[in-house]
């Protein structure tokens, strides 16, 4: 979609999430396992961040306490003006609906519909949404609305996915590994469908990964290990998706 090297984007003066202390531990049985240690964690508006660790880290626990999937055993965690650490099902449940993308590693998509219909079955129910032909244009899929997903390739089947999630104009995309299940050359058009929904509507995105080369795309570069954050990097410029090489 473009080339080069690109501008890495100041982060907004708002901090569209702020985390102050978030622990989370898991029981199992007698057992306790802490994901999360004490973190704290602002996110800005329009930035693209990236979560980088290795498996078991709590980079994919993080995430899920960002969109209100999970909540913290102890902390703080405010989107915007809501309180998602204290807050009861409903309100996760609406603060989802109407804020809130998820692309996770596998799409998820019902085999039976079409990529159009796949799409609207968000569009349906969001207040504002896009129109699924124009979702699906976004992420160059404008030729295969009508195509099931037996017919579409796994790139292509994950780009449906980002249409769906993007449809209903969500203030945050929040992405789990998006390029795990896809071989070399389509998880780089994956990353730059990501760039370009970015760049073209602003969208916060928060991405998960294992794959360090990835980072080179973000504003910043979150490292955890061990349910902490061990560092953070501020890329100067934003590498082209198709730069990119692991």
Known sequence: MTN???PSAAPSAQAVFRLRGVSK???MGEVEVHALRGVDLDLYAGELVVLLGASGSGKSTLLNILGGLDTPTAGEVRYLDHDLANAPEELLTSFRREHVGFVFQFYNLIPSLTARENVSIVTDIAEHPMK??????LVDL???LDHFPAQLSGGEQQRVAIARAI????DVLLCDEPTGALDFATGKVV???LRHVNAELGTTIALITHNAAIGRMADRVIRISSGRIVAVEVNATRASPEDLAW
């Open 4 to 6: 080069g090297p690109l």
């Open 132 to 137: 699924p032909d124009a979702a699906l244009a």
């Open 167 to 170: 449809a209903k104009r969500p």
């Open 191 to 193: 990353l730059d469908v």
């Open 25 to 27: 531990t898991y029981r």
């Open 142 to 144: 404008g030729e295969r």
